[in-house]
């Protein structure tokens, strides 16, 4: 069983940067995928970025250019480094992680098997 916690959340302003950090418990993350995912109450639940544990990455097309994900397997955290923050980046933030091959990245949230409680940002204008 693995626990995800994330923090790093919190009220921003638009042009912002805020970093994200997710760590697990209870096994380590070396040969997971991770990723985060993102959900408002009037949006369904949406990819935001993912990283292999081979560590290659993929970013979603709305935020591309704008984030940065990452992963310390030594520390079993993944981090979101999200810059120029906007409004509709507003969310829940969630990180999930599931065994994986090496360069394997879902973009679905069902192909993840553990989930975090999820961190808010919320970005004013």
């Known amino acids: 069983q693995v626990q995800l916690v994330e923090s790093g959340g919190g009220l921003v302003q638009t042009g912002d940067s805020l970093r994200l950090s997710c760590v697990a418990s209870?096994?380590?993350?070396?040969?997971?995928?991770l990723a985060w995912f993102r959900q408002t109450p009037e949006k369904e639940r949406e990819f935001v970025a993912g990283?292999?544990?081979?560590?290659?990455?993929l970013i979603s097309d709305s935020m591309k250019g704008r984030l940065t994900i990452s992963r310390n397997n030594a520390e079993n955290t993944v981090y979101l480094q999200m810059n120029s923050l906007k409004p509709e980046d507003t969310a829940t933030y969630y990180c999930?992680?599931?065994?994986?091959?090496?360069?394997?990245?879902?973009?679905?949230?069902?192909?993840?098997?553990?989930w975090g409680q999820g961190t808010q940002v919320t970005v004013s204008s």
């Open positions: 209870g096994r380590p993350l070396s040969s997971f995928a």
């Open positions: 999930a992680a599931t065994v994986s091959r090496a360069n394997w990245i879902g973009q679905r949230g069902e192909q993840y098997d553990y």
């Open positions: 990283i292999a544990w081979s560590g290659s990455d």
